[in-house]
Structures are given as structure tokens and as C-alpha cells.
């Protein structure tokens, strides 16, 4: 059984910053890939930044540039750094993993199994 905890959601301004953080409990696998998501009320969950095992890290386009995603395999924790923060930014924000690493794009929620609870982040302009 694996379990993931989110935390670090804010309120801020526009042009600010938040710092996630995913605290993985359980058995990890060798090979794995951790995935960032948001959700909008209303609207499919959307990946926003992912990396695996072998270090490799896929952006989504609308986050390229002000979001880095990182892991620390020793505490088991990911971390997602955003910056420069825009209103279109606010939503939950979830982090899950699987088993085998990432082919080259973005995966899709469907994939994975072991989900955080979210953690809520609003950006006001």
C-alpha cells in the first residue's frame, strides 16, 4: 500500500509563489513516475508536471518556464515549485505515482492508481 500526502497550497497574488509538497509512504518501486495534476471544478484533471526514476521531466506547456518539479528519493517526497503565478492557476492540486517511467509526454490521470487528497491553491489578481 502506497499512500501520498500533499501539502503547501496558498492563497497569493498574482506573480507569487508556492511550493507543493508530496510526501510518498509505502514501498517505492526502482522504477517509477511521479506526476503533478490540477482540477478545476467542472473540468478533467490536466497534468501539469511530471519526472521519473531516471531523473527525465516533461512540462506542460502553460507552465513551462515558471513551474519546476523535483525528488528527493531519500525522503520520498516531490516537490513542485511554482512560480510567477497567474489567476489561471488556481485550482487542487494532486500528485500520484506509478510504477514505470515516463514515454516521452505527459500522462494521463487514468494511468495511475496511488493519489494524494489535493491540496488547494488560488491565485488572486
Known amino acids: 500500500q502506497v499512500d501520498l500526502v500533499e501539502s503547501g497550497g496558498d492563497s497569493v497574488q498574482s506573480g507569487g509563489s508556492v511550493r507543493l509538497s508530496c510526501v510518498i509512504s509505502?514501498?517505492?518501486?526502482?522504477?517509477?513516475?511521479l506526476t503533478w495534476f490540477r482540477q478545476i471544478p467542472g473540468k478533467e484533471r490536466e497534468a501539469v508536471a511530471a519526472?521519473?526514476?531516471?531523473?527525465?521531466?516533461i512540462y506542460a506547456e502553460r507552465v513551462k518556464g515558471r513551474f519546476e518539479i523535483s525528488q528527493d528519493n531519500a525522503k520520498q517526497t516531490s516537490y513542485l515549485q511554482m512560480d510567477s503565478l497567474k489567476p489561471e492557476d488556481s485550482a487542487m492540486y494532486y500528485c500520484a505515482v506509478r510504477w514505470w517511467p515516463l514515454r516521452g509526454t505527459l500522462p494521463d490521470p487514468g494511468e495511475f492508481v496511488y493519489w494524494g487528497q489535493g491540496t488547494p491553491v488560488t491565485v488572486s489578481s
Open positions: 509505502g514501498k517505492m518501486y526502482y522504477e517509477y513516475c
Open positions: 519526472i521519473d526514476s531516471g531523473g527525465t521531466r
